[in-house]
T-cell receptor, first 117, second 116 residues
Framework: GAVVSQHPSRVICKSGTSVKIECRSL??????MFWYRQFPKQSLMLMAT?????????EQGVEKDKFLINHASLTLSTLTVTSAHPEDSSFYIC?????????????FGNGTRLTVT | AQSVTQLDSHVSVSEGTPVLLRCNYS??????LFWYVQHPNKGLQLLLK??????LVKGINGFEAEFKKSETSFHLTKPSAHMSDAAEYFC??????????????FGTGTRLQVTL
């Protein structure tokens, strides 16, 4: 089945530094990928929609200058948390849809646990 | 507009007994509905989906769900719980209106605990 690989699975960084998270579709092409944030014991909140070759679409309240998204190819999207602060600590999950499968479900990565100290 | 309500934040069952996780939805358009499972510190795995075909949907690991339009429900069931079923379960709705097909709305999740 379709596999989405997310890397790293865990990262600890110091306050003020930037962290890049990668999301790859391993066996399919994805023109659109999605980035979610999940707080402990809560549901997923959509942060932004990443579109291959164009600018990402951010949800209301999400700072685009803080959460930089790049979708340079049909199999890779990256989320960079810039100048990270402890309040950015969270679980980040990406998802993607196979562009060849029409209205198929989204496939999710295994998530990245970010801890900012 | 669309929304999803998972009525129970936590469900506990004994191993070998039936599982029922409740989900109600609202949608301005004919929705697609999904159940995903999430194990600790993992991403989401699709259990099953309803996309306007058969109202009784069978998924992986013995789970199934029935779409009831009159009740706006999509409850998840399994005849016999296994210890490995302990996880967080999310009910998800997606409208089928053109241009919004990808935007998912997640329920708040139900944590399933399975005891011996």
């Amino acid at each position: 089945g379709a596999v989405v690989s997310q890397h790293p699975s865990r990262v600890i960084c110091k306050s003020g530094t930037s962290v890049k998270i990668e999301c790859r579709s391993l066996d399919f092409q994805a023109t659109t990928m999605f980035w979610y944030r999940q707080f402990p014991k809560q549901s997923l909140m959509l942060m932004a929609t990443s579109n291959e070759g164009s600018k990402a679409t951010y949800e209301q309240g999400v700072e685009k200058d803080k959460f930089l998204i790049n979708h340079a190819s049909l199999t890779l999207s990256t989320l960079t948390v810039t100048s990270a602060h402890p309040e950015d600590s969270s679980f980040y999950i990406c998802s993607a849809r196979d562009r060849a499968s029409g209205n198929s479900p989204l496939h999710f990565g295994n998530g990245t646990r970010l801890t900012v100290t | 507009a669309q929304s999803v309500t998972q009525l129970d934040s936590h469900v506990s069952v004994s191993e070998g007994t039936p599982v029922l996780l409740r989900c109600n939805y609202s949608s301005s358009y004919s929705p697609s509905l999904f159940w995903y499972v999430q194990h600790p510190n993992k991403g989401l795995q699709l259990l099953l989906k309803y996309t306007s075909a058969a109202t009784l949907v069978k998924g992986i690991n013995g789970f199934e769900a029935e779409f009831k339009k009159s009740e706006t429900s999509f409850h998840l069931t399994k005849p016999s719980a296994h210890m490995s079923d302990a996880a967080e379960y999310f009910c998800v709705v997606r409208p089928t209106r053109a241009g919004t097909a990808s935007k998912l709305t997640f329920g708040t999740g139900t944590r399933l605990q399975v005891t011996l």
